[in-house]
């Protein structure tokens, strides 16, 4: 069973991109989203997909406060628990 | 000060509103613009360039921040060395010369081709700039983002005048939010742009629901490349307070 930190990593895999290449963020997830340049719009979106696939509550302001998508996956798991 | 050269500039004055000159930044693929800009900027701000992977958004922010660097000098009357940038605690920029804050008020938005820059001599301002495309997500953004009377309205609308809203009412929304410098830790479906610039005004004023103090001057500045607008805080007289 994939953890959520590989969930996160291959959603972002499947969902993002940046001027039309896919978004490969490192296996520990020590980066946010806008340090690898995703645009406000597409974060706003990812964590639609992200409430859809972890039946967790998320809004955009949630995302704002997390400073990595480590702290995003350790987040998920918290309310998971 | 900043000379000018062969290399000419990629940024031009756009438009002004009230104190704020607002410039329009070229983020086409461009090495010598792009070579400049490096030079000018910190070595803190050419380690972040190198840290984006992916060649697009090192080039936006390098040339936006090169240009803003640009800006910020011409106006402060400061080499481009004397020039540091701080970050609010939700990551607003703000200037200094010689490790002393400015009160110059400024901020960046880029887009994918084009970016902006707001600057006035004081009042706290936010921009954003979006190049409009159909996605197929605009629903779950429009359900994240807009109030409840935004929502009935953008459900009323088809098609093209469907993208139009929402990319008109996202812009408004993320200037005002990063005018108040909280970006998204400001959940932005909790305020409604004002009824008349909703109906089409471009311009209009403001009040954050829990922050009523300030009356924000919002303006549409989309054009028909790109949404975009401005929000403004207009300059606090004597007793004028900017707690909101
Ligand atoms: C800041 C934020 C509003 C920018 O949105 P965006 O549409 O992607 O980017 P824009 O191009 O319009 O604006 C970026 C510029 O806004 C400025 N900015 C950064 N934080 C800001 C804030 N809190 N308020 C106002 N302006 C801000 C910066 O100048 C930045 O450009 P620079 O980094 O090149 O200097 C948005 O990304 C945000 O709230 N981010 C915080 C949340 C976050 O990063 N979470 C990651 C979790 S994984």
Not at chain 1, 31 to 55: C, I
Request: charged content about 25%.
């Amino acid at each position: 069973m994939a953890t959520t930190a590989e969930r996160v990593r291959q959603l972002v895999a499947d969902n993002l991109e940046v001027d039309g290449q896919p978004v490969a963020v490192p296996a520990d997830l020590s980066v946010s989203l806008t340090d690898v340049g995703v645009p406000s719009m597409d974060f706003v979106a990812f964590a639609k997909v992200l409430v859809r696939e972890f039946d967790v509550p998320l809004t955009p302001d949630d995302c704002a406060g997390f400073s990595s998508l480590k702290d995003l996956a350790a987040y998920i798991d918290a309310q998971a628990a | 000060m900043l000379r000018s050269s062969a290399v000419g500039w990629w940024w031009r004055p756009f438009t002004e509103v009230a104190e704020a000159a607002v410039f329009l930044i070229d983020l086409a693929p461009d090495a010598a613009h792009e070579a400049r800009a490096l030079e000018w900027l910190s070595v803190t701000e050419r380690a972040r360039s190198r840290r984006f992977v992916h060649a697009g958004p090192r080039r936006r922010f390098t040339l936006c921040r090169g240009a803003l660097r640009a800006i910020l000098c011409h106006r402060l009357g400061c080499d481009s060395q004397r020039l540091t940038f701080g970050t609010s605690s939700h990551g607003k920029p703000f200037a200094r010369v010689d490790d002393m804050p400015e009160p110059i008020s400024f901020n960046v938005s880029h887009g994918r081709s084009h970016g902006l820059i707001a600057v006035a001599p004081r009042g706290r301002l936010g921009v954003d700039i979006e190049e409009r495309r159909a996605r197929e997500d605009l629903e779950d953004l429009a359900d994240a983002v807009l109030g409840p009377n935004e929502k009935r309205e953008f459900g009323l609308l088809r098609g093209d005048a469907r993208t139009q809203f929402f990319f008109r009412m996202w812009t408004l929304k993320e200037a005002l939010m990063k005018a108040l410098g909280l970006g998204f830790s400001l959940d932005p479906a909790e305020f409604e742009v004002p009824i008349a610039v909703r109906r089409g005004a471009t311009t209009g004023t403001f009040r954050f629901p829990d922050r009523p103090r300030v009356l924000w001057r919002v303006d549409d500045l989309g054009t028909e490349d790109f949404a975009a607008a401005l929000a403004l805080e207009p300059i606090p007289d004597r007793c004028g307070s900017s707690d909101g």
